[in-house]
Structure formats: C-alpha cells, structure tokens
C-alpha cells in the first residue's frame, strides 16, 4: 500500500491546504486515538508543539480527535520533539504527537507521531492509520469522552532529563556558549540547561511570536550564531531547528561544523571510552566521503541507510548501535533518547570540549571532508527519474566516479523535488556532474 500522507517524518504540509488542515488533524486524532486503544486500562496521548501560530489550530483539532474516541490528552504546549517522546513513554502513555515542521518556514506544519516506547512509528502502524482515514471511525459514548488537561512543568522534567545525559564529574564553568534555538519549541529549555551546568550563555532566537520560527535563524540560517559568536567572543555556537532534533555547530571563529564532523567526534569519545556499541556508526547516504574513510582509518564502520532519522534509528536498533545521524544534524544518541536530540547531542560536543580544554575549532575538525555538492531539481509531476535520458546521463556519471566519489539521487520524501549530490576527489568533476544530471532532469520534467 502506498502513502498517501506519511512521508519520512510524518504528515507535512503548508496550513490550511490539504492535507495540513484542521479536518484532517482531527481525523488522524480519531484514527491514531482508535488505533493505540489496547487494553481495558484508561487510555492517554500526549501533545506538543514547536512555536508556530496554526499550533493552536492543529492541536485543538486533534484534541478533539483524541477525545471523540475516548482517549485522554496531555498537552504540553511549546516542547522540544525530543521530549514528547521521553515523555510518552515515562507518563505511560499509549501515544505521544508533536506538532512541528521542524525547520520548514512557519506556514508549514506537521504531525509526528510516537508510539508508547517513545519511538516514532513504524511504517506499518502508519499505514494502518492512514487507511482509517477514509473510513468511518467509531466515536466513544457520552460518558466515555475524553478529557484534556494541561502539565506545567513538562519543560522542567524535560531540561532534568537532559541533564543528566552531561557526565556527571565536568561543569560547563567558563565556557561562554551562544544558543541559537531557532524561535522554535527549545527556546526556554536549552538556554536553561546550559546555564544551569555553568555556562555563561549568550541565547539568540528565543523570541518566538508565531511566525519567526526559523526565520534567518537556526540550524538552517547559521549566519546569525556565526556572526554573534565572534562578536561576544564565545567559545563555541550550538544552533538547533524549530523542533530542537537537529544540531549544526560553530566554532570559536564562526566556521560551521556540520552533522558529519559532530558523529565523527561523538562517536570516537564514546569509542575511547569503551562505550560505542556496534562497531561504529550509522549514517544516511547523504554523508560524506570523508568521514568513512575517517572512521575506517580509527577501526570504525559507517553503515549507511536512506535519507530520514528514522530509517537511521531502524538500523541503530538492528544492529545494535548507539551513535547515528545525518549530516544535516539530526543526531541519535540512544543511550539518552529515542529520537533526534540536538540539545544532548550538544552537551556530548561541550563534554568533548572541557575535556580536552582546546578550542573548538581544534575539537570540532575530525577530518577533511571530500568536495560534495546537492542541488535540487523542482518537477511539477510526473517521474523525471524513469526518463531514460535521465538514466542515460546519471550511469555515464556514475562510471565516471567510480572508484573516485559517490552519486546520491532522490526524489524528497516531504516536497516536489529531485535531489542530486555528488562528491568525489576533483571539485571540478563533481561540479560537472551534478550540472549535467541536474540539466537531464529538468528537461525531462519539463
């Protein structure tokens, strides 16, 4: 069965156009609700959201979803993604949602969903719930409608928990950090748990007003971190996106350091330390070339998956491994969390720090990446992919970076587009190549 509206993380789109309207919000509320009802035990979802105005919109309809069938809800207003799923599963609760379209501009937005192990779901619980969408849904009687309530103090449990991921014997004592979260879901939280491990913070993007969330800030727009970390003189910039499961870093001189370089580090310390589990790491194949061969150099395998975090954590869970990521920065730690954490991803990078007591430039260059280039291909319809020019010009390039470099082509798995990335050894070859595949599907989209 194919997907009608779960794409790699979720439901997303623009609001109030189909499918990210409030009708069907509250439809995947009766749905996932009348789903997750096993047992004769009392059942509860809980509900967070990033910082977007349609938040209000999206949430109220799917309480109303939830409710309709008998379910519970907890809602926790402006949370990190992180902690609906910490918090599903320490509450109990047969399934957690957050609303958020992570790093998408504010008139998009999404629903992400977890199960009661605080995992996202799988693609069959997802199927399932998308095949009840055109169904009609049993609604509880009277007296077995849900209620709602609100906890206060889910951002306070949440900034605990993230603590405690921090060794217990190091203080972020005369580190100066800048905090970029993106006017998102983790501008009160991380701000908080940095200062209170000791830092000295300096939080930019923490001023959310409904529609400013990842506007010219966060992990997708470092330019303001760069530029504030050399002008405060700080010792290193964290940015987080607009649901706080990615991490970007800069470096004392405002130089960006990617997801690749932040895996690299993380999972060498954990190595030292005896703590790396599964030989190695698990990486999209979006990765750089640099950093397998920087980690088969250390002993280490990279296992490579398709682009999405959760086809990253599948992969972690099988084989059994607790470091994973994706260079754009969603970075999985599972000793700590069950999903993309960018804000214990960062505490592990300022860990690594104050060890070392070097700068973070020096800390943060684990090696020297290959030249890689991704552009995107915009298509009104259609399957530029199968055109048998496209064919044609993408096994001519991959023949000439055989041995040399690496060719990745997707369609996106959230909006229209073809993605094209090469990297290889020659920067002037991998430009070129990515050109005349780029060209190909253009004109066969045309």
């Known amino acids: 069965m194919s997907r009608k509206y779960f794409g790699t993380d979720g439901i997303r789109g623009r609001t109030n156009q189909w499918p990210m309207t409030a009708e069907l919000a509250m439809k995947v509320g009766m749905a996932a609700g009348k789903h997750f009802q096993r047992g004769t035990h009392r059942h509860r979802v809980v509900i967070g959201k990033d910082t977007r105005l349609s938040g209000y919109m999206v949430e109220n309809a799917l309480v109303a979803g939830f409710t309709a069938v008998g379910m519970d809800v907890v809602q926790f207003g402006p949370i990190p993604t992180p902690a609906v799923a910490l918090l599903a599963h320490s509450m109990r609760a047969d399934l957690g949602v957050m609303i958020s379209a992570s790093h998408n501009p504010y008139f998009d937005n999404g629903i992400k969903l977890f199960g009661p192990d605080g995992y996202k779901l799988s693609d069959e619980d997802e199927l399932k719930i998308e095949a009840m969408l055109s169904q009609d849904i049993p609604l509880a009687a009277s007296q077995e409608i849900g209620r709602a309530r609100r ?144 980690l088969t150099g250390q002993g280490m395998a990279l296992e490579r998956t398709k682009v999405g975090d959760r086809y990253v954590l599948e992969r972690m869970r099988e084989g059994g491994f607790n470091v994973g990521g994706e260079q754009s920065g969603h970075m999985i730690l599972s000793d700590y969390a069950t999903t993309g954490d960018g804000t214990v991803a960062a505490l592990q990078v300022l860990a690594a720090l104050v060890r070392s007591g070097k700068p973070a430039s020096e800390v943060l260059h684990q090696f020297d990446p290959v030249p890689q280039l991704l552009k995107n291909v915009r298509f009104s319809g259609g399957k530029p992919l199968e055109h048998e020019d496209v064919k044609r010009v993408i096994a001519q390039a991959e023949a000439e970076l055989n041995g040399c470099g690496r060719l990745v082509i997707r369609p996106s798995g959230t909006e229209p587009v073809i993605r094209v990335m090469a990297e290889g050894d020659r920067e002037e070859q991998v430009k070129d190549v990515v050109e005349r595949i780029c060209d190909a599907v253009a004109k066969a989209a045309a």
């Open 151 to 294: 906890v206060e103090d889910a951002r306070g449990r949440y900034i605990h928990a993230v603590k405690s991921s921090f060794p217990a014997d190091l203080r972020l004592d005369g580190l100066k950090i800048v905090v970029d979260c993106a006017n998102g879901a983790a501008y009160q939280v991380a701000p908080s748990a940095l200062w209170e491990l000791g830092a000295e913070v300096v939080a930019i993007g923490v001023t959310p007003n409904g529609i400013n969330i990842n506007d010219q800030c966060g992990s997708t727009a470092p330019l303001l971190l760069q530029e504030t970390v050399v002008s405060a003189g700080a010792d290193i910039g964290i940015a987080l996106d607009g649901d706080a499961d990615r991490l970007i870093v800069v470096d004392e001189h405002g130089a960006i350091v990617d997801g690749d370089q932040i895996m690299a580090l993380i999972a060498g310390n954990f190595a030292k330390a005896g703590m790396l589990r599964g030989g190695g790491l698990v990486a999209t194949v979006m990765s750089n070339l640099g950093l397998e061969r920087f």
